[in-house]
């Protein structure tokens, strides 16, 4: 289980990249070099560690019903 604060400072490392290349420019994490053909990955990642935020901060998804009203 991933605490808050590395959630937020590996949610900051996608987000810079992400910055990084839609200005053109490559981004580097670790070993991986990310360019622009790489964005889609960044995205992705961007999306699952919003997901872990809203986990470890105890955010619940709302859940959509439908009622249809019958006469009986």
């Known amino acids: 289980m991933w605490t808050e604060e590395e959630v937020k ?3 900051r490392m ?8 839609a200005t053109g ?5 670790g070993s991986r070099r ?3 053909a790489n ?3 960044i995205r992705e990642q961007i999306r699952f560690w919003m997901k ?4 470890v901060q105890g955010g619940r ?7 249809v009203p019958r006469d009986l």
Do not use: G, S
């Open 9 to 11: 400072e590996r949610l």
């Open 14 to 21: 996608w987000l810079d990249a992400e910055a990084a290349v």
């Open 25 to 29: 420019q490559a981004y580097q994490i």
């Open 34 to 36: 990310l360019d622009r």
């Open 39 to 41: 964005l889609y990955q």
């Open 52 to 55: 872990e935020l809203q986990k």
């Open 61 to 67: 998804r709302r859940r959509v019903t439908r009622v």
